[in-house]
C-alpha cells in the first residue's frame, strides 16, 4: 500500500464579498480533487477578509454556527462529493456574543469530525483579535481522517510551542496552520517557525497564508504558502507572494517512521521536570 498522501492548500485575495469568495474556494476544491489531491487546507478566515485590522462590530454578521450553519453544509456536500478531506477556517458563532475563531474537520465521505478553536489571540496594531474572538476552549485535537491523523494550529498559535507538541503527542501526522500574516511584520519569522515545529515535534506542516492587501487596513498579506516535512524541508517549491495558488503536493508518510527512529525526541522528553512551565 502507497504511504504517499496527495495534499493542497490554497492562498488567495479578498475578493470584496462573502458569497463569491466561497464560490472560489469550492472551485479550488474541484481542482484540488482534479489534480489528485485528498486532503485540502484554506487560509485563516477563508470567506471574508481579515476584518481584524479594524475593531467593528458589523464584522460579527461573518460567524456562523459550526457545524449547523450554512457554510460547513455546503463544503459537507462538496467533500462527500469529490472524496476529499477539506480543512475550513471560519469565524464560528456559539452562540450570540460568544465567537470562535475556528477551523471545522471534514472527512471525505463529507461526515462531520469536529472542531479546533484558536488557542493564543494577538491584540496588536493590525491584528486586533481579542476584539472579535474568545481564546479558544478546545484543546489541541486530532482528526482520524480518511487521510491519516490531521491538527490545526491556527495563525498566531504558531509562536506558541506548546500546542505543536500537543498535537505531536496526540499522533498527528500533518498539521495545517491557516493563517493570515503580514508582510512587515513576521515575514522573516515565516520560513523559519513552522519548519522548525516540523523538525522538533516529527510531522508535516502546510502552512498558509492570504494574499495582497485589503481596504480595511496596510496589512500586506504575502502569500508563500508551503509544505515542509519531518526533516523541515520543503516539499516542492514554496508558493508565490502575489497571486492565488493551488499548492499540490505529495507526502510521504513513510519519513515520519525514519525520522522518528533517527531522533527519539518522544522517547527522550523529560515531562516531569516542565511542571515549572505550566505555572502562569
Known sequence: MSTVIRAAIFQTAWTGDKESMIQVHEQAVRDAAAQG???LCFQELFYGPYFCQVQDAK?????EAIPDGPTVRRFQALAAEHGIVLVLPMYE???PGVLYNTAAVIDADGTYLGKYRKTHIPQVRGFWEKFYFRPGNSGWPVFDTAVGKIGVYICYD???????????LE???IVFNPSATSRGLSGYLWQLEQPAS???NEYFVGAINRIGQ???GDNDFYGTSYFVDPEGRFVGEVAGDKEPELVVRDLDMAKLREVRDRWQFYRDRAPGAYTPLTNP
Open 37 to 39: 489531491a485528498k486532503v
Open 158 to 168: 504558531r509562536h506558541f510551542p506548546e500546542g505543536w507538541r500537543a498535537l505531536g
Open 198 to 200: 516540523a523538525v522538533a
Open 59 to 63: 464584522f460579527y454578521e461573518y460567524a
Open 171 to 173: 499522533g498527528a501526522q
Open 214 to 216: 485589503e481596504e480595511y
Open 93 to 95: 458563532e456559539e452562540q
